[in-house]
């Protein structure tokens, strides 16, 4: 799906800034493969669309948006701009994706409503999204995550949105099935054990969503979990643990050396954002992930140390040290991949080996991509 790199944008700033459906297993029918095609052909339903997307200049919403309106869709564009110090949202180019950006809460009621009443759908990606930021700050974790998701499930029930997806994450799972040896495949229907204040607030968006959309006669919803997302023009945040890729490739940049939190032993299942952002449009038409919640990762766990050694061979001389675990850091774990093959009918497409080539490429092509902050860290970079 060609997606417009540098798509003019119409930019509008404000000043303002029953019971539920059940999620029951489901036997898998198909696996058919997505072909470039097919996936062509059903994202073409989503022409003429107006589609608002919550979070929409983030990492992964930057790039939904610019995939959404290369498929013909008017987005429109909710987000407060502020999850990256200096230019993070200008590099991820929401500017350029052809989208209406408006710079808001999703707390506020009074911009959300307006914003909702004639859309189609609505992907709800805004989220205070880092596990060390929301342990630091539960507060603001609460006012994002949880408040926030509350404001868009009411405005969007009060007009006929078609419906929308609710963007969560694999944290819910924690560590998985206590008792279990080694990385394990997480299954949409196992008990979930959140480790963390930003998987707990994930978790009850998703029960949310659930109680007040799914005995909705006119608006339905989807939940995708996300795996772990990487991709350029991925930076990190300050004082994050999370997304592996950019921190082991930017350390190993400027001659740091790649710090492995806990001997590198933990595993995530790397979903390149590409792959993200498709699966997300198509949760948004497709039939049978009415009321549904499908896990969106590879299938295939790669442990910290293994991604090391993936960009290593690009920087002679990468080092490797040993640092200790940051607190709720799971050990993690893998999508499995059956639900999403079948009610979506899709799976990612990005093998981890390319998506870390493609990152580290850019990174090397790409001099000012290392923010200030990055540069002048001594201690945990
Ligand atoms: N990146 C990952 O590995 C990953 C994994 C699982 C789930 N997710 C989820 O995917 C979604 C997108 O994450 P991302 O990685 O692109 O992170 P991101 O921080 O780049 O994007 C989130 C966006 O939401 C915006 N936002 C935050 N609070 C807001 C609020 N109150 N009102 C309006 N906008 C607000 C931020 O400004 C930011 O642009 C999030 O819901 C996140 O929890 C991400």
């Not at 470039?36 to 948006?65: I, N, W």
Request: hydrophobic share 40%.
């Amino acid at each position: 799906m060609p997606v417009p790199p540098h798509a003019t944008a119409a930019t509008a700033r404000t000043t303002t800034t029953g019971p539920p459906a059940t999620d029951a297993p489901t036997p898998v029918e198909t696996e058919a493969e997505p072909t470039e095609d097919s996936v062509h052909t059903r994202l073409d339903k989503l022409r003429g669309t107006r589609v608002v997307v919550t979070g929409g200049a983030g990492l992964v919403g930057s790039r939904l948006v610019a995939l959404l309106h290369a498929t013909g869709a008017t987005v429109t564009v909710l987000d407060r701009m502020d999850a990256y110090p200096e230019s993070g949202h200008e590099t991820f180019g929401v500017a350029r994706a052809g989208a209406r950006l408006v710079v808001g809460d999703v707390r506020d009621a009074g911009t959300v409503g307006p914003l909702l009443r004639n859309a189609d759908f609505v992907v709800h990606a805004a989220a205070y999204a880092d596990v060390a930021a929301c342990t630091r700050r539960p507060d603001l974790a609460f006012r994002s995550n949880v408040e926030g998701t509350q404001v868009v499930l009411e405005q969007t029930a009060r007009f006929p949105v078609r419906r929308l997806v609710l963007v969560s994450s694999a944290s819910v799972y924690g560590d998985g099935l206590p008792g279990v040896e080694g990385p394990q495949a997480f299954h949409e229907d196992q008990p979930l054990f959140p480790m963390s204040v930003y998987a707990n607030s994930k978790l009850w968006a998703e029960h949310q969503t659930r109680l007040m959309l799914g005995a909705s006669a006119r608006t339905e919803y989807a939940v995708v979990r996300y795996f772990s997302v990487y991709g350029e023009p991925q930076i990190p945040k300050p004082d994050s643990h999370s997304w592996m890729v950019p921190w082991l490739s930017l350390q190993a940049r400027l001659g740091r050396p790649m710090r492995l939190n806990g001997g590198g032993v933990q595993v995530r299942d790397l979903v390149h954002v590409d792959d993200i952002a498709e699966a997300t449009a198509l949760a948004l038409t497709e039939e049978r992930m009415a009321g549904r919640t499908v896990n969106v990762g590879t299938g295939r766990p790669t442990s910290v140390r293994e991604v090391a050694d993936l960009i290593a061979p690009y920087f002679p001389g990468a080092r490797r040290i040993v640092t200790p675990r940051p607190e709720g850091d799971p050990l993690g774990g893998y999508a499995a991949t059956e639900r999403c093959r079948d009610l979506l009918r899709w799976q990612a497409r990005i093998p981890v080996e390319k998506g870390v080539e493609r990152y580290v490429r850019w990174l090397l092509e790409t001099p000012d991509a290392t923010p200030r902050w990055f540069a002048r860290q001594t201690h945990g970079a």
